[in-house]
């Protein structure tokens, strides 16, 4: 083999090239207004205070009614689906109906207890003055003393009756799902007829609150020491760099934890970091956006 220096030599300049390009730094992904000015940088996503809202039914039964579509605004309070509500009917009439029964019960009670009121206190009287025996007056107030168990056993009833009504009354109310928050509905999972069931889990609806929309960010260790709440920072969104907005910090996490999946293959899959939370200014987001976040000195 002859050896050629000339080619050996840019062979040896071409390699060098390429292996600088595979080696950027680690913030080389970071556009330039990420400076010496900046306590931290990190990468964030955007979120809503307490986050999006699950709604899943807490009853299983058959979809009637769907009262909401993607984009829709709701109310806290608003029925969004109702659940087949005949089988609770059903229960509430049956508790009603018990209620009723018991009430006549302890009515028709009632209406004897004045009666053998009196006849106890007449034969009680006339035993005194020998004009009755003993044991008529013993009887008289032994049935009294019965009949005013049956009243309280009655009353007792009527208690336990209003408590399986007012048991079947909340059931009924539990198959209406309502929406707990006003807010905007952003997925829509269930159709009129579907059978919904409580053991899986599946979610209904889901609901953008109407609460103000935060950044959560994703702190080093580096950073977490200089990162204090109040402090100005800037968001920009990954989809548009040339995008700049607005933040403060809000609060800083207590507790380290292990770093989000990201899509930078030089993060360390054993990274730990600490949520930043931060209120948007100004501007416009989305939930779901990926950010980058320079926190100022000043």
């Known amino acids: 083999m002859i050896f050629h220096p ?40 955007v979120d ?5 809202l699950t709604i899943s039914a807490s009853r299983d039964g058959i979809a009637m009614a769907v009262n909401a579509n993607d984009g829709d605004r709701v109310k806290a309070g608003d029925v969004l689906v109702q659940l087949d509500p005949r089988p609770a009917e059903m229960a509430v009439a049956s508790a009603q109906a018990e209620l009723e029964q018991s009430r006549a019960q302890a009515r028709t009670i009632a209406v004897k207890l004045p009666a053998l009121v009196q006849q106890a206190k007449r034969l009680s ?10 044991q008529a007056a013993d009887d008289a107030r032994n049935a009294l003393a019965v009949l005013k ?14 408590q399986h009504l007012a048991t079947a009354q909340f059931e009924r109310g539990q198959m209406a799902v309502r929406a707990p928050a006003a807010g905007r509905i952003v997925a829509r ?8 069931a409580v053991q899986s889990g599946k979610e209904l609806l889901r609901v953008l609150p109407d609460r103000p929309l935060i950044v959560r960010a994703e702190l080093g ?3 977490v020491d200089a990162v204090r709440p109040g402090m100005r920072a ?21 507790v380290f934890g292990a770093a989000r999946r990201s899509d930078d293959p030089q993060q360390s899959p054993d990274a730990r970091v600490v949520d930043c939370v931060l209120a948007l200014d100004s501007g416009s987001l989305r939930i779901g956006q990926q950010v980058l976040v320079r926190i100022r000195r000043k």
């Not at 950027?24 to 000015?37: G, Q």
């Not at 009287?125 to 003993?134: H, N, R, S, W």
């Not at 168990?149 to 209003?162: H, K, Y």
Request: proline share 4%; aromatic share 2%.
């Open 6 to 45: 000339l080619r050996s030599a840019a062979f040896v300049a071409l390699l060098s090239i390429a292996l600088c390009a595979c080696s950027k730094p680690a913030n080389a992904d970071l556009p330039k207004t990420a400076t010496s000015d900046a306590a931290a940088v990190a990468r964030g996503r």
């Open 48 to 52: 809503v205070e307490g986050g999006l």
């Open 125 to 134: 009287a006339a035993a005194t003055d020998g004009a009755a025996t003993g």
């Open 149 to 162: 168990a049956e009243l309280d056993a009655a009353q007792s009833g009527i208690a336990i009756a209003r």
């Open 189 to 196: 999972e269930v159709q009129v007829g579907d059978r919904v």
């Open 221 to 223: 260790e580096a950073f």
């Open 234 to 254: 800037e968001v920009i969104p990954d989809a548009n760099p040339g995008t700049t907005l607005s933040a403060h910090v809000l609060r800083v996490g207590e």
